[in-house]
């Protein structure tokens, strides 16, 4: 990192929120043979997270808790910005709590942590909002003109991009998938023509988005400002593929997170400590000189750059309430174990909740929903670490099922999860898909058979 244009400022960092949708760990720094070359480059530099987990694998709770440092039942977003949930409070997102030292804060792109008109934008509390139009080529030129200024003052600015978010997009006009025969689906998808050619058009799309993150990262560049600019490149959750977003395996809650600048975040460093996205908003604190509220529930990595602490987390936490449908869900993981507990009787798949992609269909067509769908699971992660043997009922570990079921509890108990009371209803202008439907919009698609 160089300067080029103006005296770097030694003083509070910036902060550089960049993030994308439904993206996973599916990276070049992550082991995936997708070539992500301004990615892969950042990790060079920053410190990459190799065991990082969002706190909901959907899409609003994920993206609040992150902001709030809160888990999703704490800060109210329990369901999806657009379908009528909403923070319980909008001063506790982190712009909110920069402002008391002095932060300017602006919005480029995706947000969905309010929407019109449930929750006014404006309520998030951004001082500019650049612009809402998350495709790659809009929230790119404002990251670039919001570099170019002069600052006087230090910002928090979010850049987020619709991709990989597969629906509607338009980007095999700049990005046409790879010869989808020499593709490998990723696990747990089976390798078949549908799938290869399913998984060629997402890379499609993971590689614009790294294009734009590579534009944005180059204007930080020529700004000058990289130096003393904290860049966080995240996603919300895992991708949008049968058996990964709003489920609570790895394959769910994995994400990507790589960390650049002030505080330490430098020198290619791979961490393989747990943590958990609700962990940023207190780093961010932290660094910024800010106070943490005492409403904050995650913690700062920074023991872990310091070198003060192996870990700073003997277990994560990841919830599913609401997504398309009500499918109600918590989990604990530690390094060894994965329990998931159900709160419905359903017993069966929610097809809702799962993206309507060519991989779904052929789950579906080849018994999806005949999977057992069992109440509770216990995954042992070293000799399972796909999460597709379930052992709750094995003699041998009652001891470890026990205790996992009583860090679950306590968890719940501690932060007054509603679950305790039953199930949780809809906000007034809430919007819920029918969990016997089949896809997220409802109703089932001619080319679907039931």
């Given at each position: ?52 987990f969002c706190a909901a ?149 993971v590689r614009g988005t ?110 599913v309430s609401h997504h ?127």
């Amino acid at each position: 990192m160089s300067s080029t244009r103006r005296p770097v400022d030694s003083g509070t960092p910036n902060i550089l929120y960049l993030h994308c949708h439904d993206a996973g760990r599916y990276v070049q720094p992550y082991g995936y043979a997708i070539p992500t070359p301004h990615i892969q480059q950042l990790a060079e530099e920053g410190v990459l997270f190799r065991q990082a987990f969002c706190a909901a694998p959907t899409c609003s709770p994920s993206r609040a808790c992150l902001l709030t440092g809160q888990w999703a039942h704490s800060n109210g977003m329990l369901g999806l910005a657009h379908r009528g949930f909403r923070l319980n409070d909008y001063s506790h997102h982190i712009v909110q709590i920069l402002r008391g030292a002095v932060y300017a804060s602006a919005l480029a792109g995706m947000q969905h942590v309010a929407s019109q008109p449930y929750a006014d934008i404006n309520e998030i509390g951004y001082d500019e909002i650049l612009t809402t139009n998350s495709d790659f080529d809009a929230p790119t030129r404002a990251a670039e003109d919001y570099f170019a200024r002069q600052h006087d003052r230090p910002f928090f600015l979010s850049v987020g991009y619709a991709a990989p978010h597969r629906a509607g997009e338009d980007f095999h006009r700049m990005y046409p998938p790879e010869d989808d025969r020499y593709l490998r689906p990723p696990d747990p998808l089976p390798d078949t023509p549908a799938t290869r050619k399913d998984t060629a058009r997402y890379q499609a799309s993971v590689r614009g988005t790294d294009v734009a993150f590579g534009l944005v990262l180059a204007a930080l560049e020529r700004s000058g400002l990289a130096e003393n600019t904290l860049v966080i490149c995240t996603t919300d959750h895992g991708i949008a593929f049968p058996g990964m977003k709003c489920n609570l395996t790895d394959h769910g809650i994995g994400v990507l997170l790589i960390v650049r600048g002030p505080g330490g975040f430098i020198g290619g460093k791979v961490s393989d400590a747990l943590v958990s996205q609700i962990d940023i908003a207190p780093t961010i604190c932290e660094l910024a000189a800010v106070a943490i509220p005492d409403w904050v529930q995650g913690r700062s990595l920074l023991p872990l750059i310091r070198g003060d602490a192996e870990e700073i987390n003997d277990a994560i936490y990841a919830e599913v309430s609401h997504h398309a449908a009500y499918e109600p869900m918590r989990c604990v993981r530690t390094r060894r174990w994965k329990y998931i507990r159900r709160f419905d009787d359903r017993g069966k798949v929610n097809l809702p909740n799962c993206d309507d992609s060519p991989s779904k269909r052929l789950w579906y067509e080849n018994g999806w929903t005949e999977q057992p769908c069992p109440p509770e699971a216990l995954h042992d992660l070293v000799f399972d670490p796909h999460e597709v043997c379930n052992i709750i009922g094995r003699p041998d570990l009652a001891e470890v099922a026990d205790a996992m079921r009583h860090r679950l509890d306590e968890w719940m108990r501690a932060t007054n999860d509603p679950l305790l009371n039953g199930p949780i209803p809809l906000p007034e202008r809430g919007v819920l898909t029918d969990a016997a439907d089949y896809s997220p919009l409802g109703g089932w698609p001619e080319n679907v058979h039931r």
